[in-house]
Protein backbone atom coordinates (compact mmCIF):
# COMPACT_ATOMS: atom_id res chain seq x y z
CA UNK A 1 0.00 0.00 0.00
CA UNK A 2 2.76 2.50 0.52
CA UNK A 3 4.42 1.82 -2.81
CA UNK A 4 1.37 2.63 -4.71
CA UNK A 5 1.07 5.85 -2.61
CA UNK A 6 4.51 6.55 -3.16
CA UNK A 7 3.82 6.01 -6.82
CA UNK A 8 0.60 8.01 -7.07
CA UNK A 9 2.60 11.05 -4.95
CA UNK A 10 5.65 11.20 -7.45
CA UNK A 11 3.62 10.42 -10.88
CA UNK A 12 2.01 13.44 -9.58
CA UNK A 13 4.63 15.19 -9.36
CA UNK A 14 5.86 15.11 -12.87
CA UNK A 15 2.23 15.88 -14.47
CA UNK A 16 2.38 18.75 -12.30
CA UNK A 17 6.26 19.53 -13.55
CA UNK A 18 5.33 19.55 -16.76
CA UNK A 19 1.79 21.29 -16.72
CA UNK A 20 3.84 24.20 -15.27
CA UNK A 21 6.29 24.48 -17.78
CA UNK A 22 3.79 24.16 -20.24
CA UNK A 23 2.10 26.72 -19.31
CA UNK A 24 5.00 29.27 -19.00
CA UNK A 25 5.67 28.25 -23.25
CA UNK A 26 5.82 31.81 -25.05
CA UNK A 27 3.75 30.81 -27.89
CA UNK A 28 4.99 33.85 -30.27
CA UNK A 29 8.37 33.48 -31.52
CA UNK A 30 8.35 36.83 -33.34
CA UNK A 31 8.59 39.60 -30.30
CA UNK A 32 5.31 41.01 -29.86
CA UNK A 33 4.57 44.68 -31.27
CA UNK A 34 1.42 46.02 -30.80
CA UNK A 35 -1.00 47.62 -33.78
CA UNK A 36 -4.07 49.70 -32.89
CA UNK A 37 -6.12 49.80 -35.43
CA UNK A 38 -3.53 50.67 -38.54
CA UNK A 39 -5.52 52.09 -41.34
CA UNK A 40 -4.92 51.57 -44.72
CA UNK A 41 -7.21 53.54 -47.35
CA UNK A 42 -8.56 51.01 -50.46
CA UNK A 43 -9.05 54.27 -52.25
CA UNK A 44 -5.82 55.12 -52.00
CA UNK A 45 -3.84 51.74 -51.71
CA UNK A 46 -5.58 50.32 -54.50
CA UNK A 47 -3.82 47.72 -55.42
CA UNK A 48 -4.74 45.87 -52.57
CA UNK A 49 -8.40 45.95 -54.08
CA UNK A 50 -6.89 43.30 -56.76
CA UNK A 51 -7.37 39.40 -55.75
CA UNK A 52 -3.90 37.74 -55.22
CA UNK A 53 -1.84 41.13 -55.02
CA UNK A 54 0.37 42.29 -52.02
CA UNK A 55 1.73 45.42 -50.21
CA UNK A 56 4.50 45.69 -47.93
CA UNK A 57 4.10 48.35 -44.49
CA UNK A 58 7.27 49.12 -42.92
CA UNK A 59 6.18 51.44 -39.93
CA UNK A 60 3.78 48.59 -38.43
CA UNK A 61 4.71 45.39 -36.54
CA UNK A 62 7.98 43.40 -35.75
CA UNK A 63 9.34 43.29 -39.49
CA UNK A 64 7.07 45.35 -41.13
CA UNK A 65 3.92 43.88 -42.32
CA UNK A 66 2.65 41.67 -45.55
CA UNK A 67 -0.82 42.77 -46.54
CA UNK A 68 -2.10 40.10 -48.87
CA UNK A 69 -5.62 40.17 -51.00
CA UNK A 70 -7.29 37.10 -50.95
CA UNK A 71 -10.58 38.26 -52.30
CA UNK A 72 -11.75 41.73 -52.76
CA UNK A 73 -15.96 42.16 -53.27
CA UNK A 74 -15.98 45.58 -55.13
CA UNK A 75 -19.49 45.63 -54.15
CA UNK A 76 -19.74 45.02 -50.35
CA UNK A 77 -15.96 45.95 -49.49
CA UNK A 78 -16.81 44.14 -46.21
CA UNK A 79 -17.09 41.20 -47.42
CA UNK A 80 -13.31 41.45 -48.78
CA UNK A 81 -10.44 39.12 -47.29
CA UNK A 82 -6.82 40.40 -46.13
CA UNK A 83 -4.48 38.79 -44.69
CA UNK A 84 -1.84 40.65 -42.87
CA UNK A 85 1.05 38.85 -41.67
CA UNK A 86 4.59 40.31 -39.71
CA UNK A 87 7.00 40.05 -42.22
CA UNK A 88 9.87 38.85 -39.64
CA UNK A 89 11.07 35.34 -40.81
CA UNK A 90 10.35 32.43 -38.44
CA UNK A 91 13.75 31.21 -38.87
CA UNK A 92 15.97 34.51 -38.92
CA UNK A 93 13.27 36.60 -36.24
CA UNK A 94 15.30 39.90 -36.58
CA UNK A 95 13.95 43.21 -37.69
CA UNK A 96 16.19 43.57 -40.21
CA UNK A 97 15.99 40.78 -42.83
CA UNK A 98 12.13 41.05 -43.65
CA UNK A 99 10.11 38.03 -45.87
CA UNK A 100 9.90 39.55 -49.63
CA UNK A 101 6.44 38.68 -51.95
CA UNK A 102 7.32 37.06 -55.08
CA UNK A 103 5.79 39.19 -58.25
CA UNK A 104 2.70 36.84 -58.45
CA UNK A 105 1.93 38.36 -54.70
CA UNK A 106 0.95 34.63 -53.36
CA UNK A 107 4.18 33.88 -52.06
CA UNK A 108 7.08 35.47 -49.70
CA UNK A 109 10.47 34.28 -49.39
CA UNK A 110 12.92 35.57 -46.70
CA UNK A 111 16.08 36.85 -48.69
CA UNK A 112 18.00 35.76 -45.70
CA UNK A 113 17.85 32.27 -45.26
CA UNK A 114 15.78 31.41 -48.29
CA UNK A 115 12.38 29.79 -46.51
CA UNK A 116 9.35 30.62 -48.14
CA UNK A 117 5.38 31.00 -47.48
CA UNK A 118 2.25 30.78 -49.09
CA UNK A 119 0.46 34.09 -48.12
CA UNK A 120 -3.18 32.86 -49.40
CA UNK A 121 -2.92 29.56 -46.36
CA UNK A 122 -2.20 31.35 -43.43
CA UNK A 123 1.65 31.92 -44.31
CA UNK A 124 2.51 28.32 -43.77
CA UNK A 125 5.89 27.74 -45.13
CA UNK A 126 6.48 25.10 -47.82
CA UNK A 127 10.10 25.69 -48.80
CA UNK A 128 13.40 26.12 -46.51
CA UNK A 129 13.88 25.76 -42.87
CA UNK A 130 11.28 27.56 -41.21
CA UNK A 131 8.70 25.13 -40.29
CA UNK A 132 6.37 27.66 -37.92
CA UNK A 133 3.88 30.25 -40.26
CA UNK A 134 4.13 33.87 -40.53
CA UNK A 135 2.22 35.48 -37.18
CA UNK A 136 -0.56 36.86 -38.40
CA UNK A 137 -2.52 39.87 -37.40
CA UNK A 138 -6.64 40.44 -37.54
CA UNK A 139 -7.93 42.73 -40.87
CA UNK A 140 -11.56 44.12 -40.68
CA UNK A 141 -12.78 46.60 -43.76
CA UNK A 142 -15.09 49.31 -43.13
CA UNK A 143 -16.09 52.25 -45.57
CA UNK A 144 -13.76 51.06 -47.66
CA UNK A 145 -10.64 51.36 -44.92
CA UNK A 146 -8.70 48.40 -44.18
CA UNK A 147 -7.85 48.18 -40.45
CA UNK A 148 -4.96 45.66 -39.44
CA UNK A 149 -4.79 45.19 -35.48
CA UNK A 150 -3.98 42.79 -32.97
Same mark, same amino acid.
Do not use: W
Given at each position: ?????????????????????????????????????????????????????????????????? $??? &????? #???? +? @???? %????? /?? $??? &????? #???? +? @???? %????? /?????????????? +????????????????????????
Amino acid at each position: MKLKQHFILIFSFFIFSFLLQSCDKDEDIIPYVMINRYPINLNVANELTITGNCVFINEIGYGGVL $VFC &SYYDA #VNPS +E @SVYF %AYDAA /CT $VEI &SDTCS #VESA +E @SGLT %ATCPC /CGSSFYLNSMGIPY +EGDAVEPLKMYNTSVQNNILYIYN
